[in-house]
Each structure stands twice: as C-alpha cells, then as structure tokens.
C-alpha cells in the first residue's frame, strides 16, 4: 500500500502568511499549522489541496510550487507543503479555531504542530524574499 500523502498549503499575501489553528486532535488542539488535509484516492496533491482549503476556509486556490522537504508523519503519512495563491472568497475558520495572518518575525514564536515546523526556514525565505508578494 502507498504512503498517505497529507497536503498543506502555504498561503502568502502582503508578506504575511495565513496560519490555522487546529481544534482536534486533542493534543494537537491550540497549536498552529498550515491547513490542508489528506489527499483521496484518484485525486492529484493540486487536487486535494484545492478541495482541502474550500473546505476547511472556504476559497478558492491555485495551487503552485512545492514548499520546503517531505515530513514523516505517524502510520506510513507523508505530509508535503505547496504554495497557494487566493482566487476566490476571504479565509474563514470553518474546521480551525482561529486564522490568523503572520509576519515572518512572528514565525519562530507561535506554538506550530510539530511536523509543520519542518518548513519553518522555507516559510520564513519566502516572506524575507518578497517572492510572497504576487
């Protein structure tokens, strides 16, 4: 059997980041993440991705390039980070406790999931390089 792959999307506007923070699992409850979710049998990451985000905040994506390395989760899960870019609608917490937008020197000092600080260099490259701005 194939590896679960677990997408996050790492949306950037203005030089800040949009960042979610999770309700459940119990002790992953409070932290912050990049949002996603798993990707379904017979669909691509984009995809997953794009389903994942409308549903978790209810936009519309594009998504783009891979962000940062493949994270080993739990149970044989792969998570994998892309760039998104808004096409549609305003971010809404519909499966997170809170949104909130950061700046790259608010990175280092929120309590993430653990797998997810993995890309914190990436994350914070993007936002010091502009390349964030579309």
Do not use: C, N
Not at 10 to 21: D, P, T, Y
């Amino acid at each position: 059997m194939d590896a679960q792959i677990v997408v996050a999307g790492a949306l950037f506007s203005a030089a800040r980041l949009l960042v979610a923070q999770r309700q459940r699992p119990p002790e992953l409850a409070g932290l912050w993440e990049l949002p996603g979710g798993k990707v379904g049998a017979g669909e691509t990451d984009a995809d997953a991705l794009a389903r994942e985000l409308y549903e978790e905040l209810g936009v519309e994506v594009a998504v783009g390039a891979r962000l940062g390395v493949d994270v080993a989760l739990k149970a044989g899960m792969t998570l994998r980070a892309y760039r998104v870019a808004l096409t549609s609608g305003s971010p809404q917490p519909h499966d997170h406790r809170a949104l909130r937008w950061v700046t790259v020197d608010e990175l280092d000092d929120l309590p993430w999931v653990p797998a997810d600080r993995a890309w914190l260099a990436d994350l914070a490259a993007t936002l010091r390089s502009g390349a964030a701005l579309e």
